[in-house]
């Protein structure tokens, strides 16, 4: 497989130099592949679906062919995934596909795990360590320190924002030892991931240090995410003649988004065959996206804080990889989007608890109330020529070309619950009355020391910090 950059089509590197240096620091472009092969049909009409880690193993293997043998492949898709997502029926219509049941609870795992055997199994020659650099808005940093730990050749260094994280989210960054350490810079998240971009593109420190990335912007940790959707739509589309009676009904997948990495990897499962019609992007406050396909203007804008923080980015990276794959108005036929305020994501968790008895994040809470309100005549009154005013929450104004299917009452909806409701204890008890079940390995924890590094929002000060620590 051949990988190019997003801002210059004419570059053409393998899959190693696109995973080991995370982006092109030449442009400060990301990579993605030049095509998507399609997944063989036979294996996608499978009934019952195939288990999560043939699908895994079969959508991984042409993105590596010539690179990592299917021996050792396995081995690493063994090694990665000794979980699973789990697709929970809510109604007969909706579905909530967790995506918590990895080491550090949150959907990241998904993609870290994979990404770091396949950084290491690269690096294994090597005389030197490589430096991965991440920034996080929550979730990423734990499930990327957790992945990484003690993995041979690769030292790792996660920046987060000061405050501006849930306690136990803080917990899980600031208590690793060994290869990884976290930073506490201050500032918001759009300023963590500024110095980390900053750094790939330094000439002099690159001279210096091998680097890479482990957010999204990477490329072997976006793909490993289209795994769950192609799992998880087969999974929906084969259970749901006995569910909803609905025949070959038009899955809609419903895409709590930051910094649209995620959407990006279901984008990706779309192009390789997976039975999704269609996708919701459903953002907080920060609705940089949503804008954009509203009004056609693409405009970055500083962060804003909210209860859903994993999800408070102004400036989304894989916005390129959108904008490379599809033209905007390709975007609007196949994208529905929405937003809510820390208002409604709280009205949110109630009502999602209240009529179905579902404990959920608050990221999922706006994924949930998105298709609770589609499904309920929003789409309906949209294809009436009810327009929306995008400034305000709810449905934007634009209107799918799945949006028949959702009125003729054809469509089901899968909503991504990214994290375990746990991780955000106090903003789930305050809305539903109680506290969410912890997990253990959440819990065991909370009693390690706290060994986070204070970091100002200064490039040149995190940069000498770099050549003085690693």
Not at 444 to 460: F, K, Q, S, T
Request: net charge negative; proline share 7%; aromatic share 10%.
């Amino acid at each position: 497989m051949i990988y190019t950059d997003t801002r210059d089509g004419s570059v053409k590197v393998d899959f190693k130099t696109a995973v080991m240096n995370g982006m092109n620091q030449a442009t400060g472009g990301l990579y993605i592949p030049t095509s998507f092969p399609k997944l063989d049909k036979a294996l996608i009409n499978k009934d019952p679906e195939p288990s999560f880690r043939v699908i895994a193993f079969e959508m991984a293997k042409p993105y590596v062919e010539g690179e990592i043998p299917d021996a050792d492949l396995s081995e690493i898709i063994a090694d990665a995934y000794p979980f699973s997502p789990k697709v929970v029926p809510l109604d007969s219509i909706s579905y909530s596909l967790e995506l918590f049941h990895g080491p550090t609870c949150a959907f990241k795992d998904f993609g870290a795990r994979f990404m770091a055997r396949v950084m290491s199994y690269f690096n294994r020659n090597e005389s030197t360590p490589l430096h991965i650099l991440v920034a996080t808005s929550g979730d990423t940093g734990s499930a990327v320190g957790s992945a990484f730990h003690n993995v041979p050749g690769l030292d790792v260094t996660i920046l987060y924002p000061d405050g501006k994280i849930s306690p136990l989210q803080e917990k899980q960054l600031s208590t690793f030892t060994g290869n990884v350490r976290a930073l506490k810079v201050k500032g918001t998240f759009d300023d963590c991931q500024k110095l980390v971009k900053t750094a790939f593109t330094d000439t002099e420190l690159r001279g210096k240090l091998r680097l890479s990335s482990a957010n999204s912007i990477n490329i072997s940790r976006l793909l490993p995410q289209s795994f769950y959707y192609m799992y998880s739509s087969l999974v929906v589309r084969n259970r749901s003649a006995i569910d909803n009676k609905i025949q070959d009904p038009a899955i809609i997948t419903i895409v709590p988004s930051g910094n649209f990495g995620n959407l990006t990897s279901g984008l990706i499962a779309k192009e390789m065959g997976a039975p999704i019609t269609g996708f919701v992007a459903a953002t907080n406050t920060n609705r940089t996206i949503p804008d954009w396909i509203a009004t056609g203007s693409y405009d970055a804008r500083p962060s804003v804080e909210t209860y859903a923080n994993a999800m408070d980015v102004g400036a989304p990276s894989n916005y390129e990889r959108i904008k490379a794959m599809y033209t905007l108005e390709q975007v609007r036929q196949l994208f529905a989007s929405y937003w809510l305020d820390n208002d409604g994501i709280m009205e949110a968790i109630r009502a999602c608890n209240n009529k179905t008895g579902y404990i959920i994040d608050p990221h999922g809470a706006i994924g949930w109330k998105a298709w609770e309100d589609i499904k309920n005549g929003a789409m309906e009154a949209l294809a009436n020529g009810n327009k929306n005013d995008y400034t305000k929450p709810g449905l934007t104004p634009n209107l799918p070309a799945w949006a028949s299917k959702v009125i003729d009452k054809k469509a089901v909806g899968m909503i991504l619950e990214t994290a375990s409701p746990a991780k955000f204890g106090s903003i789930v008890t305050d809305a539903i009355g109680k506290e969410p079940p912890m997990p253990s390995r959440l819990e065991e924890v909370l009693h390690l020391p706290d060994r986070a590094i204070p970091m100002e929002n200064d490039y040149n000060t995190f940069k000498d910090w770099l050549l003085a620590n690693l």
